[in-house]
């Protein structure tokens, strides 16, 4: 279960906006939660101009937890990117992979990210391939250096049941430590690997989650 006084991740994604997608009380509910980060330094400030330890680095954070806040793992590597941007990116990329080794491919998944503009690729992502009766709200557009990443992040958002991007703040996503101080975060690398395995994903919830239980609504 999740560390008492932190919010798990299905904590954080009840609470948090799904751009451009509802958040039903009875639907909303995912198999496991993805909280990813990427961070980005122009260069570590120690060195002279041009030198090899002066080039951009970063970190990519991810944390991954089940519906009833089991964790299943995490991740803080250090990464080499052009910008933040592509960080973030990257760092999704990464967390759909993992979760993609140890769920079954019709899992139910949440996103947990706190970058704006790829919460709404993902939403729209998921509105234009996963049969919705609405059309995307707006055209996808990534940053060119993801190159093939956000290809990588189409096909795992294709190969889950379903996917739902929440957005979160910064200062709340869990993932953030992890992709900023991966040289301090090195050990959770070492996790031991919980390889969680729902008999089947949770269709139907008969009760809305805390956040949703006092708010008024059309009846079932």
Do not use: K
Request: charged content about 20%.
């Amino acid at each position: 279960m999740a560390a008492y006084g932190r919010p798990s991740l299905r904590d954080l994604f009840d609470e948090s906006p799904t751009p451009h997608i509802a958040h039903p009380p009875r639907s909303h509910h995912r198999d496991f939660y993805i909280a990813t980060d990427g961070s980005f330094r122009p260069h570590n400030g120690t060195t002279s101009p041009g030198s090899e330890s002066d080039s951009p680095t970063g970190g990519l954070g991810v944390v991954v937890e089940t519906l009833d806040g089991e964790r299943v793992v995490r991740l803080s590597v250090p990464d080499t990117c052009p910008d933040n941007n592509v960080a973030e990116y990257r760092a999704l990329h990464l967390g759909l992979d993992v979760l993609a080794r140890r769920a079954p491919p019709n899992a139910r998944v949440g996103l947990l990210i706190d970058h704006d503009q790829l919460a709404e690729n993902v939403n729209a992502e998921v509105l234009a391939s996963h049969g919705s009766a609405y059309d995307p709200p707006h055209s996808v557009s990534v940053p060119a250096a993801t190159g093939l990443h956000w290809r990588g992040i189409q096909a795992r958002i294709n190969g889950f049941g379903e996917v739902r991007a929440a957005r979160i703040s910064g200062d709340r996503n869990p993932a953030h430590p992890l992709a900023n101080a991966p040289d301090q975060y090195a050990h959770v690398n070492g996790e031991p690997d919980r390889c969680v395995l729902p008999d089947a994903p949770t269709v139907n919830e008969r009760v809305p989650p805390p956040s949703r239980a006092e708010r008024g609504g059309a009846s079932d």
